[in-house]
């Protein structure tokens, strides 16, 4: 069968993004059978052993209680699960010094859910016919924010400025406020801190003058946190999220070891929760439980924020000074090759300036030394205009043993030198 589809169903019922190009690298994996790949691509977290061991425990005491036919074999309030709820609300009214209710919280699916209800119901079509647009300040950033609108259209992003140092191949993106426009014509804004695929974290200035800007429309700021602390707590910089009537603030417990149970938080006033609320009620009703009662034990005992800072960021700070430390020794000081400061998340973000092929191309010249990356070009979702530099970058996962990145890195700076001298004999 072969039924007509909807605008609606084309446009969801394609990949979009990083999606796409991970099916290229299934095939590829597949294909290859008997080849060792180093893959240097995945987005899922590693299961450390004492994140696992936490999840364990505290389904073992759900399964041992009396709370456990309430938590699976009924319904529950659309809003969430109430002891997960107060946990969050404790936690952050005592860390961050907050006077959050119930009514500030919404547990949803996953915190992909909450953008998928967020741009369609700030963003799109207004009932007079105005487009409302969701802004992405800082592009690049997470590959997921393009396929959520139903509204493609609506989604607008805008180029950063750099911060290159050259000598020490470093750079670092930063909001460009001579660009960025926030006007009545905007129906929200998204942006992940610290940020997938980047590692970038947004200073509390650039984020305070971010909302700002939206305050003066009653626009909603949505602050993708999936990253940040107090769980997962993967910045390997200092950083305090940031709260105020505009900000949503959108957690995940993806990165904290439970992407499986599909965990998302948002955190914000009432109006703006109600809005995203009704809109999972008519979706999904309400989020599975289980999940939620685990995370409810881990965050009210405090393991999870522990777990965060002492195993799950100390791994992944390691994993990026592995590869920092390999390109520095491995790739050629006269390439113009910029490392992204790696200030958070589970990626490192190369750039190759003047690169002479494509992202794509590099990519598949990758795959041929055995080596997995993900090309950077999925991840500028919005930004329509033809920019040279969204060719020029790859993800490197930081998901990946120490010896496979090591290796993967002085592969990589073989192949990044062969291309640019292959062009520089053209040139000749
Ligand atoms: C920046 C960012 N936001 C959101 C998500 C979606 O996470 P979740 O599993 O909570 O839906 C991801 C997943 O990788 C992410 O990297």
Redesign the pocket.
């Known amino acids: 069968m072969n039924p007509a589809l909807s605008q609606f169903g084309t446009q969801m019922s394609n990949l979009t993004g990083v999606r796409a190009i991970m099916k290229d690298i299934i095939e590829t994996l597949r294909a290859g059978e008997g080849q060792d790949f180093i893959n240097l691509s995945a987005?899922n977290p590693v299961i450390l052993p004492e994140v696992e061991q936490l999840w364990r425990d505290c389904t073992a005491q759900l399964l041992a209680s009396s709370e456990y036919g309430e938590v699976v074999c009924r319904y529950g309030s659309s809003q969430g699960y109430q002891p997960l709820i107060e946990a969050i609300a404790n936690d952050f009214n005592q860390r961050y010094g907050l006077n959050l209710s119930d009514r500030n919280i919404l547990i949803t699916p996953?915190?992909?859910?909450i953008y998928f209800y967020a741009t369609n119901a700030f963003g799109g079509y207004t009932s007079s016919g105005n487009l409302k647009q969701v802004v992405l300040p800082l592009s690049p950033d997470?590959t997921?924010y393009g396929g959520v609108s139903l509204t493609p259209e609506a989604v607008v992003a805008y180029k950063p400025t750099l911060d290159i140092d050259e000598k020490a191949h470093r750079f670092k993106y930063r909001p460009d406020f001579s660009q960025l426009r926030i006007t009545e014509d905007t129906g929200c804004v998204i942006f992940?801190r610290p940020c997938?695929p980047t590692g970038n974290v947004l200073t509390q200035e650039e984020v305070k003058k971010i909302a700002d800007l939206a305050a003066s429309f009653e626009v909603p700021v949505l602050i993708?946190s999936?990253?940040a602390p107090p769980f997962p707590a993967l910045n390997f910089t200092e950083m305090t999220p940031v709260f105020g009537s505009n900000i949503i603030h959108c957690m995940?417990l993806?990165k904290a070891g439970l992407?499986g149970e599909?965990v998302?938080i948002a955190i914000g006033e009432p109006n703006l929760i109600g809005v995203l609320q009704s809109f999972q009620t008519n979706l999904c009703i309400h989020s599975p439980r289980y999940g939620q009662a685990i995370a409810a034990r881990a965050i009210a005992s405090g393991a999870l924020a522990d777990i965060s800072t002492n195993i799950i960021r100390p791994y992944y700070a390691a994993k990026f000074d592995v590869v920092e430390n390999t390109l520095d020794q491995s790739m050629p000081q006269e390439l113009p090759w910029l490392l992204h400061r790696g200030e958070g998340a589970i990626f490192a973000w190369l750039w190759l300036q003047e690169l002479p092929i494509t992202d794509w191309e590099l990519y598949q010249d990758l795959k041929k030394v055995g080596v997995i990356v993900v090309p950077g070009s999925t991840f500028f979702p919005g930004l329509r205009e033809d920019w040279s530099h969204k060719h020029q970058c790859i993800r490197i996962s930081l998901t990946a043993s120490d010896e496979e990145i090591e290796t993967g890195m002085q592969r990589l700076a073989k192949v990044v030198q062969s291309v640019y001298q292959r062009s520089a004999s053209v040139i000749v």
Not at 110 to 113: A, C, D, T, V
């Open positions: 987005g996953g915190s992909q859910s997470y997921g992940s997938n993708d999936a990253y995940s993806s992407p599909r998302g």
